[in-house]
C-alpha cells in the first residue's frame, strides 16, 4: 500500500514535550530528528558530538572564518551580508560539505546522504523500488537546511542560530544583526567552563538525582540531561530559601513557592 503523503511543513515549532521526550520528531517531506540518548553520544566520543554540533550551529560569517575568508567577508556590505547563505556557502567549498553530512547523518533517524546531481541531501528509510533501488524518502534542501539546523539544536538543548533579517529589513536591522554576529564569535573564543562539560555534568545529575544513577542516566537523552541538571539547580536553590524562610520568616514577602515548576527557558 502506498504511503500517504504528508503536506510540506513550512516552519519548525517544538514545544516542552517534542524537546523533552525520547521519541523522534517527524518533519514531513524531511524526515525524523533524534535527541540523542546519553549512551550513542558516548559511542561516537564528546569530541565527534561536538563537531556534529558545531558545524550545524555555522553562520555565514562563522564559515568564513572557519575558513580563512574573514576579510573576504568583512569586505562585504551589511547587506550582501546579510543575503548570504549558509546552504550555498557549503556548497561552494566543499572541505566541510562530508562533515554536514555526517554530522545530519547522525541526527536523523533515516540515513543522509548528498545528492551531487541534485545539490541536495535525501533521506533513506530503506524503502526500495521494483528494481531494488534504493528511494528517497525525504530531503534537506536549501530553503529547508537552517530550520532543520535549528530543530537540531533545539534537541540538543542548545539555542537556535542567530535569525538573519531579510535584505529588505534596513539598515538598523542589518547592523545589529552584525553585533550579534560579532558578539557569539567573541563567546565561542571564551574558556569553556569545565564545569559545564557534558561528563562533569552527568556525573553530578547522576550523583543526586533520586531517580539516575551512573548506571541508568546512559539510557536518557541528552535534552533530559539538560533539563534535569537546570531544574536540580532550581530546586537546590529553593530549598535553601525554604529553609532561610523558615528559620527567619518572609518579612518582604519574596519567597516563591511556586517557583519549583517555573518553565526553564533554553
Known sequence: MPREKQPFKE????????????????????????????????????????????????????FCRLLGRRAEYEAL??????????????????????????????????TVRFEEAYQTFFTYDGTRDPEGNLLPTGAIHRDMYGRICDAILLRNHLKPRPAV???????????ILKKLEQGRAEQKGDTPDARLELGNVISAVASRHPGLDIRSIWDITVYQLWDAFYRLCT??????????????????????????YQVLKI
Request: contains cysteine.
Open 11 to 62: 516552519t519548525v515549532s517544538l514545544g516542552s514535550l517534542e524537546l523533552l521526550s525520547n521519541e523522534p520528531v517527524r518533519f514531513p517531506c524531511t524526515g525524523s530528528i533524534i535527541s540523542p540518548l546519553l549512551k550513542d553520544i558516548a559511542k561516537i566520543g564528546y569530541a565527534r558530538y561536538m563537531s556534529h554540533l558545531n558545524v550545524l550551529s555555522l553562520t555565514p560569517g562563522a
Open 77 to 110: 556590505s551589511a547587506k550582501e551580508q546579510a543575503a548570504l547563505s549558509i546552504y550555498d556557502l557549503i556548497l561552494s567549498d566543499r572541505s566541510l560539505l562530508p562533515a554536514v553530512e555526517e554530522a545530519l547523518d547522525f541526527f536523523f533517524v533515516e
Open 165 to 175: 533579517p531579510q535584505q529588505s529589513a534596513g539598515k538598523r536591522a542589518l547592523s
Open 235 to 260: 530546586n537546590q536553590i529553593l530549598d535553601l530559601q525554604t529553609t532561610s524562610v523558615a528559620v527567619w520568616g518572609d518579612k518582604h514577602k519574596r519567597f516563591d513557592a511556586a517557583s519549583w
